[in-house]
């Protein structure tokens, strides 16, 4: 099994530019979530999707969109990257929403803009 | 709003203990400790849940307070591996009316030789 994968693993945008970040998990769990890690500093929550077909707002969700395509994979996306958003991107799964259930995260995605 | 930990950083020497804290605005009903390597993604050491229930695998011990609405992680005679940043994790639930799970503000800790 290889969890949780993310693509790409680095990423140099200018400002203005639109990318997709990729994520997706091989555990058949259902809920998944997007954070952002800015140096030193701990991790915020974007967004998240509890189960397939629902998505919801976290903590700092302007300036993203997200698509929860399938059980699978959770796609981020900045549709005009400011350099504010340079940053580390973690998407993390759980099996599921309830207090138990941990958060096991892919290997991030650290993307730069100019 | 995120959870604050305390303290924000902190150096050892191996052997050494160290507690953490973590402390919530909100109602806490659960908190799961995670540990950080540096270039690293998060991983999970332990979960609390109410009732003093506690899940975990490495030798590492923890506290929860649900009506003080904190949890504290306690590292006992630390080895050079505990180095890292520590950061709680608060899942939502039913009860809290949301499915967001927040993490705490971190907590950078060094173990020297």
């Known amino acids: 099994n290889a969890g949780v994968t993310q693509t790409p693993k680095f990423q140099v945008l200018k400002t203005g530019q639109s990318m997709t970040l990729q994520c997706a998990q091989d555990?058949?769990?259902?809920?998944m979530y997007w954070y952002r890690q800015d140096p030193g500093m701990g991790l915020r929550l974007i967004y998240y999707s509890a189960s397939e077909g629902t998505t919801d707002k976290g903590e700092v969700p302007n300036g993203y969109n997200v698509s929860r395509l399938n059980k699978r994979e959770f796609s981020l996306r900045l549709e005009s990257a400011a350099p504010s958003q340079t940053s580390v991107y973690f998407c993390?799964?759980?099996?599921?929403?309830?207090?138990?259930?941990?958060?096991?995260f892919g290997p991030g995605t650290r993307l730069t803009v100019l | 709003q995120q959870p604050v930990q305390s303290p924000q950083a902190v150096i050892l020497r191996e052997g050494e203990d160290a507690v953490i804290n973590c402390s919530s605005s909100?109602?806490?009903?659960?908190v799961h400790w995670y540990r950080q390597k540096h270039g690293e993604a998060p991983v999970f050491l332990m979960i609390l849940l109410k009732g003093g229930e506690q899940k975990g695998h490495e030798k590492i011990s923890a506290s929860f307070n649900e009506k003080k609405q904190q949890s504290s992680l306690y590292l006992t005679a630390s080895q050079l591996s505990y180095s890292g940043t520590y950061f709680c994790g608060t899942p939502g639930g039913v009860a809290s009316g949301t499915y967001k799970y927040i993490f705490g503000t971190g907590t950078r800790l060094k173990v020297l030789a």
């Open positions: 993390a799964s759980r099996a599921g929403t309830y207090l138990y259930n941990e958060q096991f």
């Open positions: 555990m058949n769990h259902n809920s």
């Open positions: 909100k109602a806490l009903y659960s």
